[in-house]
């Protein structure tokens, strides 16, 4: 016996479980609709829209790269357990965001950017685990004249892109890698001091003065004990200032500039994303 559409709908309705185990299940059942409802009952498929107001605290980062390396993707899929985050449909469900990201147009991805097919990839695998999935977040880079390098971490729970401008030669490639793996050791939040918003560059020199002056040091040398801890905060959280994490006696910025005095290509860090599981 054939279905329709409208059978499949009425499927969905009763279910909550997706379109494709729907057509399945009706397929099985040969068009009846109650022997349909069984049998996804039977394979723990049913009800899968229920499951999707619960709360996700685990989940992977997701990590993307084309193949000419200039362009990456980053996501996060939320989960509610750990268990369910270790297993392979779950991977694979991260997985097949992450390549449909990497080929979409935006820099920054929501949940409202997913097409039908991701929003029925997503449905099913909730359906298969009878956990809540979701997806959270993705970021893309792309560079126009150099590469950008990812790293995951802490089980796929933390990861880092970097976009590294000028070339794109193994070396280059390597220290790409290891700024992005700087970025995930060392928590920087601003490329350099530059991007330091003045709001925070003044409530910092405002708690420094107030410990300075409470430690009872004389008003004329204030300023100068601030201005020495306003440069130690900027060695912290810019990741061009920081100590470089494969050799501490160079920051970030003297190995750029030394990796491209070797290559022969005007190197410059562009940009950084960070993804930390449930921030």
Request: with cysteine; aromatic share 6%; glycine share 8%.
């Amino acid at each position: 016996m054939s279905f329709t559409a409208e059978d499949v709908k009425k499927l969905r309705e009763k279910t909550g479980a997706g379109m494709m185990v729907c057509k399945e299940a009706l397929t099985s059942s040969k068009g009846n609709v109650e022997e349909a409802v069984e049998y996804l009952r039977k394979k723990g498929l049913a009800m899968a829209d229920k499951k999707a107001g619960r709360a996700t605290a685990d989940g992977l980062i997701g990590i993307e790269i084309s193949p000419d390396g200039k362009s990456a993707v980053m996501i996060e899929i939320n989960c509610e357990t750990d268990f369910v985050a270790k297993t392979e449909q779950f991977k694979e469900l991260v997985k097949g965001l992450a390549q449909w990201a990497l080929g979409q147009n935006k820099e920054s991805l929501t949940a409202a950017d997913l097409a039908p097919e991701q929003m029925e990839q997503v449905k099913q695998t909730i359906a298969k685990l009878g956990e809540n999935c979701q997806f959270k977040r993705g970021e893309k880079i792309h560079s126009q004249s150099g590469l950008v390098e990812g790293y995951l971490h802490l089980g796929s729970k933390l990861g880092v892109l970097v976009e590294l401008d000028g070339g794109n030669s193994p070396e280059i490639k390597t220290l790409a890698r290891d700024l992005a793996m700087q970025v995930a050791a060392s928590s920087p939040q601003w490329l350099s001091r530059q991007q330091v918003p003045a709001e925070v560059l003044e409530k910092e020199k405002s708690i420094y003065q107030e410990q300075v002056r409470g430690a009872g040091k004389p008003e004329n040398v204030v300023e100068k004990i601030v201005t020495g801890k306003i440069e130690k905060f900027y060695s912290e959280v810019c990741l061009v200032e920081q100590a470089y994490v494969k050799d501490p006696q160079k920051t970030v910025e003297a190995m750029v500039k030394e990796t491209a005095a070797k290559s022969g290509a005007a190197l410059e860090v562009k940009r950084f994303v960070r993804f930390r599981l449930g921030e």
